[in-house]
T-cell receptor, first 111, second 113 residues
Framework: DAGVTQSPTHLIKTRGQQVTLRCSPKSGHDTVSWYQQALGQGPQFIFQYYEEEERQRGNFPDRFSGHQFPNYSSELNVNALLLGDSALYLC??????????FGSGTRLTVV | SQQGEEDPQALSIQEGENATMNCSYKTSINNLQWYRQNSGRGLVHLILIRSNEREKHSGRLRVTLDTSKKSSSLLITASRAADTASYFCATDNSGAGSYQLTFGKGTKLSVIP
């Protein structure tokens, strides 16, 4: 049973560019959440998608947007990249409130 | 913003010793979860304790929860070198309509062989 799959694993982008990160949830899970983890910090909630809609959003600017597809996979888009967007981006899927499974993350470096 | 704080920030012990990590949080919760993270990779779910529970065990892990003090502790017994990782507590307030996990800054555990 495949867990959560994230792609790509590493990415280097230039300030001002746009980036798209992808997540395939664990089989049987219909909810996808995205987290940003800066170096030495705990993960911070970006948003959660359920039934192809953003159900809740954390304290992140509109430059961060997402999408969920009918097969429950999800994308995280970040526009106008800043140096401070450099972080590990984690995707978590769940089928209920208590069963979160995290992917290995995408390491984004903005130069 | 971070909900909780783990204490200590870093912990170094010898293999075979017990490791205790503490977590404090600020608001009411539905449950509290502990995760492990190896070298900046993905998070691995370790254990969940509900707000009406006071103690829970899973293998070498023991978690306690004191909702009156808004604190939790994670005990790893008979530690192994493979336990070296960062450990995070995360609070879930889904009972109040929140769908996010709120993490602390983590405790970095080093187990010396």
């Amino acid at each position: 049973d495949a867990g959560v799959t994230q792609s790509p694993t590493h990415l280097i982008k230039t300030r001002g560019q746009q980036v798209t990160l992808r997540c395939s949830p664990k089989s049987g899970h219909d909810t996808v959440s995205w987290y940003q983890q800066a170096l030495g910090q705990g993960p911070q909630f970006i948003f959660q998608y359920y039934e192809e809609e953003e159900r809740q959003r954390g304290n992140f600017p509109d430059r961060f947007s997402g999408h969920q597809f009918p097969n429950y996979s999800s994308e995280l888009n970040v526009n106008a990249l800043l140096l401070g967007d450099s972080a590990l981006y984690l995707c978590a899927s769940s089928g209920d409130f208590y069963g979160y499974t995290f992917g290995s993350g995408t390491r984004l470096t903005v130069v | 913003s971070q909900q909780g704080e783990e204490d200590p920030q870093a912990l170094s012990i010898q293999e075979g010793e017990n490791a205790t990590m503490n977590c404090s949080y600020k608001t009411s919760i539905n449950n509290l979860q502990w995760y492990r993270q190896n070298s900046g990779r993905g998070l691995v779910h370790l254990i969940l304790i509900r707000s009406n529970e006071r103690e829970k065990h899973s293998g070498r892990l023991r978690v306690t929860l004191d909702t009156s003090k808004k604190s939790s502790s994670l005990l790893i017994t008979a530690s192994r070198a493979a336990d070296t990782a960062s450990y995070f507590c995360a609070t879930d307030n889904s009972g109040a309509g929140s769908y996010q996990l709120t993490f602390g800054k983590g405790t970095k555990l080093s187990v010396i062989p």
